[in-house]
Each structure stands twice: as structure tokens, then as C-alpha cells.
T-cell receptor
């Protein structure tokens, strides 16, 4: 069965500290991996996708196929990074995202 | 401007009173989807539609109906709402080019 695990419900870090939000997936085939972010009282929006290999707002994510992980990282957290983050794999040839339960990141000033 | 709109944004209703939440997109996307978001459970897909007149169940379809009579609209229908359907609902479309999902602003529904 397709499964996404985000082990931390809540992650609190101090401003300027490094951040790592974990995501592990169990998926048949080779899924495409996404991170979505939801700022307070706003709609979800795409943060980054693994195949583009780009850095958005200082965040990066490396797909580790051996460990089936797609952890989201940022070297120096900012207060505006406080939000809910969702990891979401997409099966090949499909439009159906499977969302993890999300991690709430709180950056302490 | 490319956008997904939902109406209403907030709704308080009573058990058993039929309601419809509308979703509209102006991006000519074929794929549309409905999710509900609940604390600790993340987003769960209710229904999706690959194209006009093509709809299918997601992970939590019980108590919901949808229709797709035209490409731009994908209404979510609750024939007889119950308190366990109190939730935040999001409509989404997918850009076929890069598989990015575009979300609506959300509809917060409370069923008393």
C-alpha cells in the first residue's frame, strides 16, 4: 500500500538554526516527490518537487531512493518559515497525490 | 490570473440539511480533486475527476457526492451532512505539464 510518513507532528527550532523535516515513503514504482507548504490561514502551495532540483526559499530536499526518504532541509530557519509542511508522493502516470499527515514547523524568534 | 475559487468560504449548518460547495478553475485543467483537512490526519482525498463526466472515489468518499458537467466546475455535495463532516475542505486542480497541484482557498464547514 502507498504510504507516507512524516514522523514529527511538531518541530520547534530557534531562528537561525538548521531545520530538517523528515519524510519517508512506501510506494510502488518510482514516484515523483513533492513538498507542499501551508502558511497560517492560507491555501496549500507547492514548495518544491524533487525532479526540478531547485532551492525555494532556501529549502532543499534530496530524494534518497535507497532509504525511500525525501527530507526537507534549510540551513538557517527564519520566522516566516513557520507553517505546516506536507510531503506528497505522486505515482507514475497518476495525478493522485498521497499526503503525509504534515509537520508543523514553529520557528522561535 | 490563474486561480481556483471556492464558495462559500465559511459555512455553519445543521445535521441533514443538504449543501453544496462550489469549486471553479480558470486554467482549463482536466484533473480536479476534493480533499478534507483535519488536525492530525493531514489531507485526505474525497473524490477526483479526470475529465468532464469522469469522477472517481478517493480515500474518504462516504457521505459525499460530486459532479463534473463542465471542465471548469467541480461541486462537492453533502446530501445529508453530519457532525463528523465538520472539516476544512480544499479543491485542487493539476497542471498536466509538471503535475503541480493548485489549491483553492478552502471552505471551513461546521455541521451542528
Amino acid at each position: 500500500a502507498q504510504r507516507v510518513t512524516q514522523p514529527e507532528k511538531l518541530l520547534s527550532v530557534f531562528k537561525g538554526a538548521p531545520v530538517e523535516l523528515k519524510c519517508n515513503y512506501s510506494y510502488s514504482g518510482s514516484p515523483e516527490l513533492f513538498w507542499y507548504v501551508q502558511y497560517s490561514r492560507q491555501r496549500l502551495q507547492l514548495l518544491l518537487r524533487h525532479i526540478s532540483r531547485e532551492s525555494i526559499k532556501g529549502f532543499t530536499a534530496d530524494l534518497n531512493k535507497g532509504e525511500t526518504s525525501f527530507h526537507l532541509k534549510k540551513p538557517f530557519a527564519q520566522e516566516e518559515d513557520s507553517a505546516m509542511y506536507y510531503c506528497a508522493p505522486l505515482g507514475a502516470g497518476s495525478y493522485q497525490l498521497t499526503f503525509g499527515k504534515g509537520t508543523k514547523l514553529s520557528v522561535i524568534p | 490570473e490563474a486561480q481556483v475559487t471556492q464558495n462559500p468560504r465559511y459555512l455553519i449548518t445543521v445535521t441533514g440539511k443538504k449543501l453544496t460547495v462550489t469549486c471553479s478553475q480558470n486554467m482549463n485543467h482536466e484533473y480536479m480533486s476534493w480533499y478534507r483537512q483535519d488536525p492530525g490526519l493531514g489531507l485526505r482525498q474525497i473524490y477526483y475527476s479526470m475529465n468532464v463526466e469522469v469522477t472517481d472515489k478517493g480515500d474518504v468518499p462516504e457521505g459525499y457526492k460530486v459532479s463534473r458537467k463542465e471542465k471548469r466546475n467541480f461541486p462537492l455535495i453533502l446530501e445529508s451532512p453530519s457532525p463528523n463532516q465538520t472539516s476544512l475542505y480544499f479543491c485542487a486542480t493539476v497542471a498536466g505539464v509538471n503535475n503541480e497541484q493548485f489549491f483553492g482557498p478552502g471552505t471551513r464547514l461546521t455541521v451542528l
